[in-house]
């Protein structure tokens, strides 16, 4: 059984790291095309740019999209494994209305709309333990 990481770590994480570094897990573990699904742009060309250490993401709701889709899929690929991560982004999901995850990031305009997000993921990941 897979363990989960400290929360904390993750949030941590997730606020510091390097947009590039946290578009590389993404894409890594959910797929270029997912990754620019739930930051919200058009294909996973934009991606590989911000991997390469490009031009950031212009707009502040992209960059806290990708650190909420990180922050929930690490907490998911370590409890469960990236398989179970990509089908919790994108099943429906009783936590946020039956809305699938990926949808909920990707059409976030404010951090209201982002902030059930990731407890829906460690809450699922918490079952898992």
Do not use: C
Not at 66 to 73: G, H, I, Q, T
């Amino acid at each position: 059984m897979a363990q989960l990481l400290d929360p904390a770590l993750i949030e941590r994480e997730g606020t510091t790291a390097p947009i590039s570094e946290i578009a590389r897990f993404l894409s890594d573990h959910l797929g270029a095309q997912a990754t620019a699904y739930v930051a919200g742009v058009k294909g996973a060309a934009q991606v590989a740019k911000w991997i390469e250490g490009g031009t950031p993401p212009k707009g502040q709701m992209t960059r806290l999209r990708l650190r909420d889709a990180y922050r929930a899929a690490r907490l998911l690929v370590t409890a469960y494994d990236e398989a179970t991560a990509e089908a919790w982004f994108f099943g429906s999901n009783s936590r946020l209305d039956d809305e699938a995850p990926a949808w909920v990031l990707r059409h976030a305009r404010s951090l209201d709309d982002l902030r059930m997000v990731v407890p829906a993921a460690k809450a699922f990941a918490r079952a898992r333990a």
